[in-house]
Structures are given as C-alpha cells and as structure tokens.
Nanobody
C-alpha cells in the first residue's frame, strides 16, 4: 500500500495557475503508474491526468494543453502544473495509484490521497 499526501490547492482567479504536489510513502514510488483525478460538487470522480513508470503521460481532453503532470522519483513526488485555470476546473483534486485498466476509469485507481481543494473564480 502507498500513502499519498496531496497539497497545493487554493483559490485563484480564472487564467491563474496552481501547482499541486503529491508526496508518496510506503513503497517504491518509481514503479507505480500514477494519476490525478478530481471531483466537483455533485459529480462523479473525473480523470485529469496520468503518468506511467516510464514517464508516458495521459490527459483528459478538457485539460490538454493547460495542465502538465510530472513526477520526481528521487523525491517520491507527483506534480500537476495547472495553467490557464477556468471556473469549471473547480473541484477537489486527488492523487492515486493507477493499478489496472484504462487511465480514464476512476475504478482503475487505488490508495487515494486525501484530496486538495482548487477553486477558480471568474
């Protein structure tokens, strides 16, 4: 099991930027595929971005070109750089381990972190 601790959320105006971090502990972070997902009020979990152990990245169409997922295995940390934020990006953002299945399927993830709130005002 991997313990994940997400941070970096906050409140910004539309067009602003935030960088989320997710510190992993418990097992060798470098072997895991990881992902960021989000949940807006009243909605289901939504895939945002994923990265495998070979640094291949995957993005939801809604964030492609604006968000960048990365990882620093030496620091056991996953990142999500979010630029050109929009009000519709408002959600609680979670990092999680991708275990199996398609990256866009929230059921493919486990060991979810506690989430960090991102609020984008217009």
């Amino acid at each position: 099991q991997v313990h994940l601790d997400a941070s970096g959320g906050g409140s910004v105006q539309a067009g602003g930027s935030l960088r989320l971090s997710c510190l992993a502990s418990g097992r060798d972070f470098s072997v895991y595929a990881m992902g960021w997902l989000r949940q807006a009020p009243g909605k289901a979990h939504e895939f945002v971005a994923g990265i495998n152990s070979g640094y291949r990245t995957y993005y939801a169409d809604s964030v492609k070109g604006r968000f960048t997922i990365s990882r620093d295995n030496a620091k056991s940390t996953l990142y999500l750089q979010m630029n050109s934020l929009k009000p519709e990006d408002t959600a609680v953002y979670y990092c999680a381990v991708h275990y199996s299945g398609h990256y866009t399927d929230s059921s493919a993830y486990g060991d979810w972190g506690q989430g960090t709130q991102v609020t984008v005002s217009s």
